[in-house]
């Protein structure tokens, strides 16, 4: 059990870096002005949820390649962690 554990605990891992990977790319060709500035600007606009909703899309990509190489437990902690991103964004558009 300790296997399967350690395969989710991964792909949950791999998701945080491709969404935070996400994040940053995204905010490095949508702005002039530097990642701080440009966080306040979003926090500001009432659209970090938006933006991090736009930033897990990579997750996509690789749960799609967790599938193919029938690495399926990998591929459960990618939907945990983009499960979990949703729910973040919701209760950021909520508050």
Known sequence: ?????????IGILV???????GFFIYLEYISDLSFSETIY???QGG???SVIALAAIPNLFVF???LKKRQDNRA???????IAIALFTVVLKIF
Request: proline content about 0%; glycine content about 10%; charged content about 20%.
């Open 47 to 49: 659209v970090l949820g």
């Open 1 to 9: 059990m300790g296997h399967v554990k350690k395969e989710i605990l």
């Open 64 to 66: 799609w390649v967790f």
């Open 41 to 43: 600007k979003i926090r």
């Open 76 to 82: 459960k902690g990618v939907l945990i962690t983009t």
């Open 15 to 21: 998701s945080l870096f491709a969404t935070f990977s």
